[in-house]
């Protein structure tokens, strides 16, 4: 037996509870993992809420992000005592997910926990932060760089934002910070943004071409946040969209993007190809240090998850939360 966290949906409606589960019960997979921890993300919280239809089979263990220990293993890929990390896949919303003490999981879907993380640092970042990794990356590779202009980076002191700046910061970026949390300013320069703005004047609907501000954005908001964002875009610049915290919407005009040369990246980190996943650990083991970790992170255990996930939906949380499912 071992201890979950299960999302169940009945004719009244869903219901989270944290309970005890038999090994037998464990989805098809052939690799077994020693859950040690998990995290908390935006989806992760949709999923316990029921606030989003993430979740599209039931029972569900929620948790899109695993680290742990390999204990069994058909997948001539991996053996018994591995370290792994697993991000995405459609665990935690159609597999089940990281919040129990056991995962039964696809081989392909893993990839070593980097030598330069512990488990719990590995999940300090998570999803979240590999996607800023991915967001990073794209902006690089697309051509953008530190000479051409600030960044913006909006929902900056959520955990993709968070991790965003400190990867921005560190690769030479002057780094534009967008929240909705002004008191938070001196963590999010602790981090590394040179300037502070509030949401508010990204969050309206706005012109369609507006004052040329930006060399490149990462946006995890959606809506008129990232059709703002475009507006403000300097010539040949780009946006790395990957978040909807605002909504999924985009009431733009394809202004930006005729007149100015913008160029829109949609980033997915759920079914990204193992190459690129690589390539993002990288720059996190390159880039992140551990000290950063620490400012941006708190732990719960499997029981506070659920709470918590109440306080990250309601906006109520800054950086990263950790999940500790052996306590």
Same mark, same amino acid.
């Given at each position: 037996?071992?201890?979950?966290?299960?999302?169940?949906?009945?004719?009244?409606?869903?219901?989270?509870?944290?309970?005890?589960?038999?090994?037998?019960?464990?989805?098809?997979?052939?690799?077994?993992?020693?859950?040690?921890?998990?995290?908390?993300?935006?989806?992760?919280?949709?999923?316990?809420?029921?606030?989003?239809?993430?979740?599209?089979?039931?029972?569900?263990?929620?948790?899109?992000?695993?680290?742990?220990?390999?204990?069994?293993?058909?997948?001539?890929?991996?053996?018994?005592?591995?370290?792994?990390?697993?991000?995405?896949?459609?665990?935690?919303?159609?597999?089940?997910?990281?919040?129990?003490?056991?995962?039964?999981?696809?081989?392909?879907?893993? =990839?070593?926990?980097?030598?330069?993380?512990?488990?719990?640092?590995?999940?300090?970042?998570?999803?979240?932060?590999?996607?800023?990794?991915?967001?990073?990356?794209?902006?690089?590779?697309?051509?953008?760089?530190?000479?051409?202009?600030?960044?913006?980076?909006?929902?900056?002191?959520?955990?993709?934002?968070?991790?965003?700046?400190?990867? %921005?910061?560190?690769?030479?970026?002057?780094?534009?910070?967008?929240?909705?949390?002004?008191?938070?300013?001196?963590?999010?320069?602790? %981090?590394?943004?040179?300037? =502070?703005?509030?949401?508010?004047?990204?969050?309206?609907?706005?012109?369609?071409?507006?004052?040329?501000?930006?060399?490149?954005? =990462?946006?995890?908001?959606?809506?008129?946040?990232?059709?703002?964002?475009?507006?403000?875009?300097?010539?040949?610049?780009?946006?790395?969209?990957?978040?909807?915290?605002?909504?999924?919407?985009?009431?733009?005009?394809?202004?930006?993007?005729?007149?100015?040369?913008?160029?829109?990246?949609?980033?997915?980190?759920?079914?990204?190809?193992?190459?690129?996943?690589?390539?993002?650990?990288?720059?996190?083991?390159?880039? %992140?240090?551990?000290?950063?970790?620490?400012?941006?992170?708190?732990?719960?255990?499997?029981?506070?998850? =659920?709470?918590?996930?109440?306080? %990250?939906?309601?906006?109520?949380?800054?950086?990263?939360?950790?999940?500790?499912?052996?306590?």
């Amino acid at each position: 037996m071992f201890s979950a966290v299960v999302i169940e949906k009945g004719e009244t409606g869903q219901t989270v509870t944290r309970t005890s589960i038999d090994e037998s019960a464990l989805p098809e997979g052939d690799v077994t993992v020693d859950v040690e921890y998990s995290t908390l993300n935006f989806k992760d919280a949709l999923a316990i809420t029921g606030k989003s239809p993430v979740v599209r089979k039931f029972p569900m263990v929620p948790g899109i992000d695993v680290a742990g220990v390999v204990t069994d293993s058909s997948n001539p890929e991996w053996k018994v005592g591995d370290r792994v990390v697993l991000n995405g896949w459609g665990v935690g919303e159609t597999h089940w997910g990281g919040f129990a003490q056991k995962a039964r999981l696809k081989g392909d879907w893993l =990839i070593p926990l980097p030598e330069a993380f512990t488990a719990r640092q590995a999940m300090a970042i998570g999803t979240a932060g590999y996607t800023a990794s991915l967001c990073v990356d794209a902006l690089v590779d697309f051509g953008v760089t530190p000479e051409q202009g600030e960044i913006l980076v909006t929902g900056a002191t959520g955990g993709v934002g968070s991790v965003a700046i400190a990867l %921005l910061t560190k690769a030479g970026f002057t780094v534009t910070a967008a929240t909705g949390k002004t008191a938070e300013a001196e963590y999010l320069q602790q %981090l590394g943004a040179a300037t =502070i703005i509030d949401r508010t004047e990204l969050s309206s609907t706005g012109k369609p071409m507006q004052k040329e501000r930006w060399a490149g954005v =990462i946006d995890t908001a959606g809506s008129n946040t990232l059709a703002n964002a475009c507006a403000q875009t300097r010539y040949g610049g780009a946006v790395a969209a990957c978040g909807l915290a605002q909504g999924m919407d985009f009431p733009a005009s394809v202004a930006p993007f005729i007149l100015r040369g913008v160029s829109l990246l949609g980033i997915d980190s759920v079914m990204a190809p193992r190459e690129r996943r690589l390539t993002a650990w990288a720059r996190l083991s390159r880039d %992140l240090e551990a000290s950063t970790l620490d400012t941006i992170t708190q732990e719960v255990s499997l029981e506070e998850a =659920i709470t918590a996930a109440n306080q %990250l939906m309601d906006g109520t949380v800054r950086g990263r939360i950790v999940v500790d499912v052996n306590r």
